[in-house]
C-alpha cells in the first residue's frame, strides 16, 4: 500500500506536471533559503541547544602541510567504521592503511556500552592484523615521545556532539540510522576510553572530530590550505573557519580570551527542521513521517544519499498506484519496490549513467511527453539504446522481468531520479553560498557587502559518494553558487576532494593536541 495519497487523474500529463512542479526549485525559492539559512548560522553561533547546532571544535589551527607524526584514527559515520593508520610525511603527503568493520543494526540500535566495546575491539584487532609502524610522538614534544607504549588515537564521529575541548564533547543526538541507548548527553570520548580501559588496552584518545571537520583539515594539509569542509554522502553536514569574535556563545571562555579563528562544525542536516521554507513536497512528508526521526534532520533529508533513493520509491509507487489507471508498470510492482528504504541511491547514479551515456547530440535525449504512449519505434536508436541500459539496471535493482519494463516506464524512472537530484545539487548549493556570505567572501545576490579576498582561491574539501560518484552533482551544486554568489566568486571555489578525510582529519586533530598538551 502506498505511504501517501495516490493520484486520481483526468488527463495523465497533469500528474506528470504537478510532479514536475513540486521538484522544481526556482531562483527566489533559493535565495530565501539562503537568507534563512544565515539566520539559522547566527542563532546557533549565539546559543547552545539550537537545531542548527554551530558546534565549537576547538580546532583553532588549520595545517599548511608541513605537519608530521605517524597517529591511529577511529572513524565511525555509518555502516561501516573505519579503523586507520595515518603518516604524515610533511610534505602535503601521507600514506594510510585501514579496516573496515561492519556495525550491525543490533549494535547501531543496542546499548551504548555494546557498540563501544565493538569499537575497542575493532581497534584492538587492526592492531594486531594491520599496524605496520611505532606509534611515535612529534619529536618537539618530549614528554609525549617518551610515552611510545602509548598508542593516541583522534576519533572522527559523524554525529552531532556539543564539544568542550578538542578531546571531549558529549553526545546531543543520533542520526543516520543510529539509536544506541544511553548514550545521548555523554562524552562520546570517555565512552571510548572507558571501553578501550574495560580492555586493557595502552589506547589513548586524544582528539575527538566531525568528519566534516576532518574534510577541512585533510584538504587544508593537501593542498596546503582550505576554508570550509563539506560531506555530501549518506549524511551531509559543513564546517568552515569562523572568527571566535563571531561566536557569542563562547564569551567568558579561555577560548573568547584568545580570540582568534575556530572551525565550526555547522551540523546544517538540521536546517529548517520546522520546514517552513524547505521545498517540501508529499513525498517528503511521507518520508520524514515514516522515519526513525520525524521533524529531525530536515535538510539532510533533502540531499543526502540516505533518503534521495527513498524518495524516488515513493515518487515511483505513486505512480504504479494512480487510478483510473496506472501511470508507471502497468500497475505491478515487486517486494523490493515496496520494501522500505528498499532502493538505494546507487540506483538512481546507475540510471543517470545509462541516460548520460556515450551521445551528448540533442537527438539522444528526445523522447514523446509521458502523458502520452509511446512505443520503441517512435525513438531515435540512441534513446532506445539509453533506455535499454535503463531497463536493465530497473530489472537488476528492483527485480521486475524485462517484459514489465517499457521503454517508456525506463523515461519515467530516469526523469523521477533527475529531478530529485537536480534538487538536491541545486540546495546544496545553498549550503556553500551561506559559508561563502557569512565569512565575507561573497555577497548574495542583490545584496552588497564588503567582500574580503577578492582575489583569493577559496578552497572547499569535500567528501562523499554523492559528490565523488553522483554524475553532474559538482556541476548543479556550482549552478546554484552562481545564481547566489555570482560567478565570479563562483570561478574561485576550488572544490576539491578531502581524500580519506575523516582518517587524516582525525590524525591532524590528535597531532594538535598532543602539541597543545
Not at 416 to 437: F, H, K
Request: net charge negative; glycine share 8%; hydrophobic share 40%.
Amino acid at each position: 500500500m502506498s505511504s501517501i495519497s495516490i493520484h486520481q487523474y483526468n488527463d495523465p500529463q497533469a500528474v506528470f506536471d504537478l510532479i514536475d512542479k513540486q521538484f522544481s526549485v526556482d531562483d527566489n525559492v533559493l535565495l530565501d533559503l539562503t537568507k534563512t539559512f544565515l539566520e539559522e548560522f547566527k542563532v546557533g553561533l549565539a546559543n547552545y541547544n539550537q537545531a542548527m547546532a554551530m558546534i565549537p571544535s576547538f580546532v583553532t589551527g588549520v595545517p599548511d602541510g608541513t605537519e608530521t607524526g605517524t597517529f591511529l584514527a577511529l572513524d565511525l559515520g555509518g555502516t561501516n567504521l573505519r579503523v586507520c593508520e595515518v603518516v604524515l610525511n610533511g610534505d602535503k603527503t601521507f600514506s594510510l592503511v585501514q579496516q573496515k568493520y561492519r556495525v550491525s543494526e543490533t549494535l547501531k540500535a543496542g546499548e551504548a556500552t555494546a557498540l563501544f566495546d565493538y569499537l575497542a575491539d575493532s581497534v584492538d584487532a587492526f592492531l594486531t592484523t594491520h599496524a605496520t609502524t611505532d606509534y611515535t610522538s612529534p619529536q618537539d614534544n618530549k614528554e609525549a615521545a617518551a610515552s611510545n607504549s602509548e598508542v593516541h588515537l583522534g576519533l572522527t564521529f559523524s554525529f552531532p556532539v556539543e564539544q568542550t575541548a578538542l578531546g571531549s564533547g558529549k553526545i546531543l543526538t543520533w542520526t543516520k540510522g543510529f539509536s544506541a541507548k544511553n548514550a545521548i548527553g555523554n562524552d562520546v570520548v570517555k565512552l571510548l576510553q572507558d571501553a578501550f580501559d574495560r580492555k586493557h588496552m595502552h589506547v589513548k584518545c586524544v582528539a575527538l572530530v566531525n568528519d566534516t571537520v576532518g574534510a577541512l583539515l585533510s584538504r587544508a594539509y593537501t593542498a596546503g590550505g582550505c576554508i570550509a569542509g563539506a560531506i555530501f554522502g549518506t549524511g551531509t553536514n559543513g564546517a568552515y573557519i569562523e572568527q571566535v569574535a563571531n561566536i557569542p556563545k563562547l564569551a567568558g571562555s579561555a577560548a573568547a580570551a584568545r580570540g582568534g579563528e575556530m572551525v565550526i562544525n555547522t551540523e546544517w542536516g538540521a536546517f529548517n527542521n520546522s520546514r517552513s521554507h524547505l521545498p517540501t513536497t508529499p513525498y517528503d512528508q511521507a518520508l520524514d513521517r515514516l522515519s526513525i526521526n520525524p521533524s529531525f534532520q530536515a535538510f539532510e533529508k533533502f540531499i543526502s544519499g540516505m533518503y534521495l533513493g527513498e524518495i524516488v520509491r515513493h515518487v515511483m509507487v505513486s505512480l504504479v498506484d494512480a487510478v483510473p489507471k496506472a501511470l508507471l508498470f502497468s500497475g505491478k510492482s515487486t517486494p523490493e519496490l515496496n520494501k522500505h528504504y528498499g532502493l538505494d541511491t546507487s540506483f538512481m547514479s546507475a540510471v543517470e549513467e545509462a541516460w548520460i551515456g556515450d551521445s551528448n547530440e540533442p537527438d539522444s535525449f528526445e523522447h514523446p511527453p509521458f502523458g502520452q504512449e509511446f512505443s520503441k519505434e517512435q525513438l531515435s536508436p540512441k534513446v532506445v539504446a539509453k533506455l535499454d541500459r535503463i531497463r536493465k539496471t530497473i530489472v537488476e535493482h528492483l527485480a521486475f522481468k524485462e517484459e514489465q519494463v517499457s521503454y517508456k516506464d525506463a523515461a519515467i524512472v530516469r526523469w523521477i531520479c533527475s529531478l530529485v537530484a537536480r534538487r538536491a545539487a541545486l540546495l546544496s548549493g545553498v549550503a556553500v553560498a551561506t559559508v561563502l556570505i557569512q565569512t565575507k567572501h561573497a555577497s548574495l545576490k542583490g545584496e552588497h557587502s564588503e567582500i574580503k579576498g577578492i582575489n583569493d582561491r577559496l578552497g572547499l574539501g569535500v567528501d562523499g559518494s554523492l559528490v565523488e560518484h553522483y554524475p553532474n552533482f559538482t556541476k548543479i551544486l556550482r549552478e546554484s553558487l552562481r545564481l547566489l554568489v555570482g560567478e565570479a566568486v563562483e570561478k574561485r571555489v576550488e572544490i576539491g576532494l578531502a581524500k580519506d578525510g575523516s582518517g587524516v582529519g582525525a590524525a591532524l586533530c590528535a597531532l594538535m593536541a598532543l602539541k597543545h598538551s
